[in-house]
């Protein structure tokens, strides 16, 4: 794996007017362009927003912490926004900690909150039985896999399986030392750390393999269309990453204090909540050809 630092200063990002876009890198090889991002929009109002999943019936859900990651505070809540970042509803379903990664399975949201899955039926957001994940200490993100969920608890090195409303623990490993996103990607599941800031594949028996690593503090991942992989990393990084496992940094917010937390490709959208400022940006991914 190699690391080509492409970031873009805050100046460089936000001085032009118009659409704002990375800058495109020279390709890695004959089928793997390296991708552009063009920012659509930026939503604010949300109170450290970490999460993003799709809603069913259009736009995207948002999840609030509203404090700190691990407090048992009461405070946390989602927001259901629409596709152009237009707040829906504020608080479409509220009460929780600390909520992060979520996941929709058939007509069921579940939410990553601490050391509980909540649980919540659509369309409305009634509120379904919690499940509670026993030794959990931070559930990070969720994902829809082979009809059952999927949640990181990145304080234990572990990924839970729920299937209903049953929870057990699916895989613990040295490897997977902070892990954090989860993303589910026909017959593999795609996995980030923050340690080591990997990107790692693991199949239905848990075999984990690799892609690429150096990505510290990774956070979310999308698979792109045409090939390869963005990931972020919270601190304020968005990666580009080949099959082949080549790293391009395509953005860098860290000075401007700008965070990137659970990226997500929608199509050709890629949607990424900013704990701080408290804001959501939208960006269309772009062939830099």
Known sequence: MRLIALSLSASMLFACSGPEASAPAEPLTQSAAVPALEKLWVAGGFSAPEGVAAAPGGGYFISNVAGEGDAKDGEGWVTHI????????ERFVDGMNAPKGMAVLGDVLYIADIDTVRRFQLPGGEALSDIPIDGAKFLNDATAWNGVVYVS???MSRIHRIDGEDASVWL???ALAGVNGLLGDGARLLITTMDAGALIEADADATLTTIAD???DGDGVGVLANGGYLVSAWRGDIFFISEGGDVVKLLDTREEGTLQNDLSIFG?????PNWRPGTV?????????
């Open 82 to 89: 629409s596709e152009a970042g237009d707040i829906l509803k």
């Open 153 to 155: 608890d990145s304080g």
């Open 172 to 174: 613990k490993s040295d």
């Open 214 to 216: 150096g990505m510290i």
């Open 268 to 272: 050709d959208l890629v949607i990424v």
């Open 281 to 289: 940006t939208a960006w269309r991914i772009t062939d830099p050809n």
